[in-house]
């Protein structure tokens, strides 16, 4: 046939039917055509020639329907059995045509009803035999791709027993290979490494890139190579290997075959330092012992997208730092269309018990992985304030304030107990007129100047608290004094005298710059 060019390089047809001049027929027919032929009268001695010559050997199965014993869909179950790629074709009596749905049902590629003329046979064969070669090509590429899969599992790992109790991860892969991945190393004496990554797509080149640079990062890591040069290293590889493969001379011109975020951390407990290098990964949290949050400045492109970019690190001390988060941009994804803020989705996802209370992790669009560190060894995990909110806003937003509101209430109804429903309204209302006087009186309503709402929460303590900063001086008059004496809510003072009156305590630093206020949250 047309389609089956080569019949030399073919596998065998097994032909199976108790009807001698039936087999005689279809043996006779496909010879002709330089098929090679096996043939069997009933489905045990099928399946006997199948185990000595290997399954492997037949492209195709043709088999009649009525046969003593064993009929022909029993035939093909045992086949797909053994080999799900291998195309069958059931050969029914004129009139049987209700055998039909379940030999299809049963994986059967094509029916044939007798008489079958021999032009019908051939192209029915030849349309099996491409099926079984299609079949085996993608299990070949599987296996493949399963190989690679179980490379980038050899890499991927917290190798440092020494600080995982005071490390809280938790990974969701959407597919089996590319993806996120996270590596955490030791590095030296009280040194440690944290990698987490985002590679782009989720073929086999995919994974073969993530793969690559974790081995890569590991080996040059334990070379005492550092993460300044091991990252834009494998930048440039990237850009120089793919203007290789394209043939482009000018290597900006280069299309992005597959692109890798980054996070690379260096965390030196003895100096009391942690460093930072961000490519294409959300920005990542801080908490600090003060309970006020931090998020990381520091931002550069994903490798693979700018061949020589000159890669910004950020350095700080850890003293004053509770926990380090980071998350690849599968959680800011996911927050996003749950119309949360993305530290209260981090929050569930590493909390014990939380996943399956809430979450629907099936309904995220791509892979998710996020990692809380403890800074402080000694510190209660189990007392301690978790961020829930974290949100920048310009002074020039002021009118967006509703859906600023209706993110901060998604947020907590999806974090909170059902029972702080009760409390919702009080809770809105101080958070916006909070934001509100930020906005309008620090921020002066200007795009330049920004406020921020920081929001943590202790299951323990049943405590919520909201943290609100902006850039203005403050008032010229003592804040509380002026509340004190206000009798009716109005004025310039409304929104602060709110808070007092509402919250369960309240204080105002700074002249009112900075307003903290406290709501208690009844326990299940």
């Known amino acids: 046939?047309?389609?089956?060019?080569?019949?030399?390089?073919?596998?065998?047809?097994?032909?199976?039917?108790?009807?001698?001049?039936?087999?005689?027929?279809?043996?006779?027919?496909?010879?002709?055509?330089?098929?090679?032929?096996?043939?069997?009268?009933?489905?045990?001695?099928?399946?006997?020639?199948?185990?000595?010559?290997?399954?492997?050997?037949?492209?195709?199965?043709?088999?009649?329907?009525?046969?003593?014993?064993?009929?022909?869909?029993?035939?093909?179950?045992?086949?797909?059995?053994?080999?799900?790629?291998?195309?069958?074709?059931?050969?029914?009596?004129?009139?049987?045509?209700?055998?039909?749905?379940?030999?299809?049902?049963?994986?059967?590629?094509?029916?044939?009803?007798?008489?079958?003329?021999?032009?019908?046979?051939?192209?029915?064969?030849?349309?099996?035999?491409?099926?079984?070669?299609?079949?085996?090509?993608?299990?070949?590429?599987?296996?493949?791709?399963?190989?690679?899969?179980?490379?980038?599992?050899?890499?991927?790992?917290?190798?440092?027993?020494?600080?995982?109790?005071?490390?809280?991860?938790?990974?969701?892969?959407?597919?089996?290979?590319?993806?996120?991945?996270?590596?955490?190393?030791?590095?030296?004496?009280?040194?440690?490494?944290?990698?987490?990554?985002?590679?782009?797509?989720?073929?086999?080149?995919?994974?073969?890139?993530?793969?690559?640079?974790?081995?890569?990062?590991?080996?040059?890591?334990?070379?005492?190579?550092?993460?300044?040069?091991?990252?834009?290293?494998?930048?440039?590889?990237?850009?120089?290997?793919?203007?290789?493969?394209?043939?482009?001379?000018?290597?900006?011109?280069?299309?992005?075959?597959?692109?890798?975020?980054?996070?690379?951390?260096?965390?030196?407990?003895?100096?009391?330092?942690?460093?930072?290098?961000?490519?294409?990964?959300?920005?990542?949290?801080?908490?600090?012992?003060?309970?006020?949050?931090?998020r990381a400045s520091e931002s550069n492109p994903p490798l693979g997208w700018f061949s020589y970019w000159n890669f910004a690190r950020e350095s700080r001390a850890v003293d004053d730092l509770l926990f380090l988060y980071v998350c690849t941009d599968g959680v800011q994804d996911y927050a996003d269309s749950l119309g949360i803020d993305p530290l209260s989705l981090i929050y569930k996802l590493i909390e014990p018990g939380e996943k399956e209370n809430s979450l629907k992790l099936a309904d995220a669009g791509d892979d998710i992985l996020v990692m809380r560190f403890s800074m402080d060894s000694d510190a209660d995990l189990n007392d301690l304030s978790e961020p829930i909110i974290y949100e920048q806003y310009a002074g020039a937003e002021v009118g967006s304030i509703d859906k600023f509101q209706n993110v901060w209430r998604r947020s907590l109804q999806f974090v909170l107990p059902p029972t702080f429903d009760e409390r919702m309204y009080d809770v809105l209302l101080c958070c916006r007129e909070g934001v509100l006087n930020a906005l309008t009186h620090g921020c002066e309503n200007s795009q330049e100047k920004h406020c921020t709402l920081a929001v943590t929460y202790s299951k323990e303590r049943a405590r919520l608290r909201f943290r609100i900063d902006d850039p203005g001086h403050g008032h010229n008059f003592d804040v509380q004094q002026r509340i004190e004496q206000i009798k009716d809510f109005r004025g310039e003072q409304l929104g602060l005298t709110i808070i007092s009156q509402l919250s369960d305590a309240c204080s105002f630093d700074n002249q009112g710059s900075t307003v903290v206020f406290d709501f208690n949250v009844a326990k299940n």
């Open 1 to 294: 046939m047309d389609s089956v060019k080569n019949k030399s390089n073919l596998g065998e047809i097994l032909i199976v039917d108790d009807d001698p001049s039936g087999l005689k027929f279809f043996s006779l027919s496909l010879q002709k055509d330089d098929y090679k032929v096996v043939t069997a009268t009933n489905a045990s001695l099928a399946k006997q020639a199948v185990r000595q010559r290997g399954i492997e050997r037949f492209d195709c199965v043709l088999t009649d329907y009525r046969m003593p014993g064993e009929n022909g869909i029993d035939l093909l179950n045992w086949i797909k059995a053994e080999d799900p790629c291998l195309a069958t074709i059931i050969v029914t009596a004129e009139g049987e045509m209700n055998l039909v749905q379940d030999s299809m049902r049963g994986g059967a590629v094509d029916f044939l009803e007798k008489p079958v003329s021999r032009r019908t046979l051939e192209a029915a064969i030849a349309k099996a035999i491409e099926h079984t070669k299609k079949q085996r090509a993608l299990e070949s590429n599987d296996k493949g791709v399963r190989a690679v899969s179980r490379m980038n599992q050899i890499f991927e790992a917290v190798r440092a027993p020494e600080i995982e109790s005071r490390l809280v991860y938790f990974s969701n892969p959407h597919h089996e290979i590319g993806g996120d991945f996270i590596n955490v190393l030791p590095v030296g004496q009280q040194r440690y490494a944290f990698i987490l990554g985002d590679v782009s797509g989720h073929d086999v080149r995919a994974a073969f890139v993530s793969a690559y640079f974790q081995g890569m990062v590991r080996g040059l890591l334990e070379k005492n190579s550092c993460i300044e040069e091991i990252v834009p290293l494998f930048n440039v590889l990237l850009n120089q290997e793919w203007s290789s493969l394209t043939g482009a001379k000018d290597t900006a011109k280069v299309p992005i075959m597959t692109s890798l975020a980054v996070f690379a951390g260096m965390l030196d407990l003895e100096a009391g330092t942690l460093s930072m290098l961000n490519c294409g990964i959300p920005q990542p949290f801080m908490l600090k012992k003060d309970g006020s949050i931090l």
